[in-house]
């Protein structure tokens, strides 16, 4: 781990110029960013050691493992540019218990860590990462989940949940989401209306679990990559990330009895002397690798739209996106009046974004991932939160198991089985012609 107190509220900025009262509804408003930019206004030099702590590889001596997916946020979000999606598709499973979604942690899961370090000595203790046993003993289900973009998305942190809640009242009761709130396990200090334990609405990962991108920072470092971390919120210490995972197989523990966790290959610090483990005074503190990549994600601009020639392919394409019958719009929004960020969490406020998603989840039968936790119903575990068209045409993969490259594939797959809220629309889009499917990629390939 490296060290550097910073004291929050760190993710705060100097307030800069925006177009503020420039609400305008066309694709010229992100334009003049190329992806991965900055937004406008932000302290350069913060969001370069953002950068290069998004972008760093890490190794045992700087606590990777004992298990990890990879060994650095860059490795895997790299499609366009830094933080952009990526090719590597995480595994998880489960199974059902009496009805419910068991995601038998006692044996690692839901997420499993592909990687480990293998074995390494520790006074005189002989160490051992544990291997991944793939499947999991009681394993049912299984799913993968692609690496998703995180431009713009401070942007979207910024909402208050009541822009979540209006999308909602807005959609056709067919396909109307829900706003999945969840409890937040790590505020973000710069946001006074979080808090420890409040309640946020997830919008964050692909079944919106996550209420803000300090704590999917910190659940990332820890989930993707075994370093453990420690934070202070108002003199109240977060040890959520604080502890290694165990391998996904019970008898052979990530970290065998005896084995210390502190500062030995493949193992972080010793708890007591990490960053903010000691809150005293009404300390408030991300973990500075944590901060420093939140700050990065939460600066970084939207993807940048192509401009629309009036009677083109794309803007055809546009018409049948917003139609009634395809019902695209209904999900993937773009409400004008919503998608304008506020300063809370430090973004600058009045910025019009276009995300064509409504962070809510949305019941899609078949193509749900069937993963939830701990006591889900079937129908939760089939929600997923409305994939953000933005910057589609800067990705590779497609759906949340990446199971297609092809977006008219993708589209299609909404057609899935009588409990999908997008069974119509996929049903819809595959009645179309074939020039009627291209326009409508067209128009795709723009956002
Ligand atoms: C092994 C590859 C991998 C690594 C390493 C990784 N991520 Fe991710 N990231 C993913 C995947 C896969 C998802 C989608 C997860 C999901 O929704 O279940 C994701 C999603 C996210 C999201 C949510 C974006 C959205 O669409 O809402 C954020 C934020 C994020 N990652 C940040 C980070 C940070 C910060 C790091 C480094 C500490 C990191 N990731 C490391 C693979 C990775
Ligand atoms: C009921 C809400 C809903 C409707 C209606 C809907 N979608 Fe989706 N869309 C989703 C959800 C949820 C996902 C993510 C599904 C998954 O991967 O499991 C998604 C994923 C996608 C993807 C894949 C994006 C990615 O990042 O992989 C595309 C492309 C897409 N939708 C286009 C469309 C189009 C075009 C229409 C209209 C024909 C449409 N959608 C209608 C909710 C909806």
Redesign the pocket.
């Known amino acids: 781990m490296k060290r550097a107190i910073v004291l929050a509220p760190m993710l705060a900025l100097p307030l800069v110029v925006t177009s503020c009262g420039d609400m305008k509804d066309d694709a010229s408003s992100s334009a003049s960013f190329a992806l991965g930019d900055a937004l406008a206004g932000t302290n350069a030099a913060q969001f370069s050691a953002g950068k290069t702590a998004f972008a760093t590889s890490e190794n045992a001596a700087d606590g990777l493992g004992p298990i990890f997916n990879e060994r650095g946020c860059g490795t895997c979000h790299q499609n366009g540019a830094l933080g952009g999606a990526g090719q590597q598709i995480e595994r998880r499973y489960g199974t059902l218990t009496n009805g419910v979604f068991d995601p038998l942690a006692n044996t690692g899961g839901s997420l499993r860590q592909l990687f480990g370090l293998g074995g390494f000595n520790v006074g005189g203790l002989n160490c051992n990462s544990g291997t991944d046993a793939n499947p999991a003993p009681g394993a049912t289900i299984f799913a993968g989940r692609l690496t998703t973009p995180t431009f713009g998305l401070g942007l979207v942190d910024s909402l208050p949940d009541s822009a979540f809640d209006t999308l909602a009242s807005r959609e056709p009761s067919g396909?109307r989401g829900t706003a999945n709130r969840v409890s937040t396990v790590l505020p973000n200090p710069a946001d006074s209306s979080q808090s420890i334990g409040s309640t946020r609405v997830g919008r964050f990962g692909?079944k919106g679990g996550v209420p803000n991108l300090v704590q999917f920072s910190a659940d990332a470092y820890l989930n993707e990559m075994g370093i453990t971390t420690s934070h202070c919120f108002r003199g109240t210490r977060v040890s959520a990330f604080a502890t290694e995972n165990r391998a996904n197989r019970a008898p052979t523990n990530a970290i065998i009895n005896g084995c210390p966790d502190d500062a030995v290959p493949g193992t972080d610090e010793d708890a007591a002397t990490e960053d903010f483990n000691n809150c005293a005074g009404g300390v408030t503190g991300i973990q500075s690798d944590v901060a420093a990549f939140a700050f990065f994600m939460s600066h970084l601009a939207p993807p940048p739209q192509v401009a629309i020639t009036a009677g083109s392919a794309a803007d055809r394409g546009r018409t049948l996106?917003n139609s009634a019958s395809?019902?695209?719009a209904?999900?993937?929004r773009d409400d004008a009046d919503i998608f304008v960020s506020t300063s809370a969490g430090g973004v600058p406020a009045g910025v019009r974004f276009h995300p064509f998603s409504d962070f809510l989840v949305?019941d899609?039968g078949t193509?749900?991932?069937g993963i939830g936790n701990a006591g889900d119903s079937v129908a939760v575990t089939r929600r997923?939160?409305?994939?953000p068209?933005w910057g589609?045409r800067s990705?590779n993969g497609?759906?949340?198991d990446g199971r297609t490259t092809d977006?008219a594939t993708?589209?299609s797959a909404?057609n899935a089985g009588t409990n999908g809220?997008?069974t119509p629309?996929g049903q819809?889009?595959n009645a179309l012609s074939s020039a009627q499917k291209s326009d409508?990629i067209a128009y795709?390939n723009t956002l």
């Not at 997923?384 to 994939?387: D, G, H, I």
Request: charged letters at 10%; proline letters at 0%.
């Open positions: 396909v692909w996106f395809l019902q695209c209904s999900c993937h949305h899609m193509l749900g991932d997923m939160r409305t994939a068209l589609l990705r497609k759906l949340h977006i993708a589209i909404h809220q997008g629309a819809a889009f409508l795709l």
